[in-house]
């Protein structure tokens, strides 16, 4: 292997900037582990808009890293537009941790279209992926806090916008307000009527285009609020289950393969309004 190639990988140079106000975020994880639970609930409890997507993969043993290359190059291929992409997994040994540390697995972060972070583990724990990552969290929890902004900020960001605002409008008026009394000092009662008449066109103009500007910037700042607090519910597990899917449960737990059933083993089917027990006949 060609070792400049290889330090490429960790440049400083190409990394990105994760978004600030992500719409949807990816996750390549394990979907029953600890780490995928923590991303859900810190992301419902910081933003409920942010929508959520899963790329299951195995994240140890000897398949773990060509299921992660799977999942990050899925990621990239489907046609909705994702805007940042967090890798993550618990804490481990470092054998179980190891797939984060193949090539491969580097290299398709590296490849990756959309900005990573790399979350592996606790904090203390590092893995090759972190530094070909766009971003390094200390866990999985700290790329969902880093990764998707909390509501109550941002509605605290745009009040601080509307004070700035209006602050710039008072400014305004008062330096015209000086002129106003400066010309009133300096001219004859009629240049200074036709002065202040002027200024007064000046000043309603001004308010004029402040204040359409003010409206505009507000409804712009509305609509980008409505739309982070505006679809969460659209991909929540329920309501994914009630437009005709299901989860099917076995006693190792979660299937995602009709090869990981077997003949006469008893399932769970979950619905969106109830559970079904049964046994698997024959699988074809």
Not at 177 to 198: D, G, H
Request: hydrophobic share 45%.
């Amino acid at each position: 292997m060609d070792k400049t190639a290889f330090d490429r990988l960790f440049d400083e140079y190409r990394k990105r900037l994760i978004p600030a106000f992500p719409e949807t975020v990816a996750v390549v994880t394990s979907p029953t582990g600890a780490a995928v639970r923590d991303i859900i609930t810190v992301v419902q409890r910081r933003n409920k808009s942010v929508r959520l997507l899963i790329f299951p993969a195995l994240v140890q043993g000897k398949d773990a890293a060509a299921s992660i290359i799977s999942a990050i190059e899925l990621a990239n291929d489907i046609d909705r537009q994702l805007d940042v992409l967090i890798l993550a997994r618990g804490g481990g040994s470092i054998e179980d941790l190891w797939p984060f540390n193949e090539e491969g697995v580097a290299r398709a972060v590296y490849a990756s279209n959309i900005p990573v972070v790399s979350a592996i583990g606790h904090e203390t724990d590092y893995c090759i992926t972190d530094f070909v990552a766009d971003m390094r969290a200390p866990t999985p929890s700290a790329a969902a806090e880093m990764c998707v902004p909390a509501a109550s900020d941002i509605e605290r960001s745009l009040k601080n916008m509307m004070s700035r605002l209006d602050f710039a409008i008072d400014q305004k008026f008062g330096s015209i307000r000086s002129i106003i009394e400066m010309l009133a000092k300096r001219t004859s009662p009629q240049a200074f009527l036709e002065s202040v008449y002027n200024r007064q066109i000046y000043a309603e103009q001004l308010f004029s285009k402040i204040t359409s500007d003010i409206m505009h910037k507000s409804q712009i700042a509305r609509l980008q609020l409505e739309k982070l607090m505006d679809g969460i519910e659209i991909v929540a597990p329920a309501a994914v289950l009630r437009r005709g899917y299901s989860l099917i449960y076995g006693s190792d737990g979660l299937k995602t393969s009709a090869k990981q059933i077997s003949d006469g083993e008893s399932i769970r089917m979950q619905f969106y309004d109830g559970i079904v027990d049964g046994i698997v006949g024959k699988t074809v």
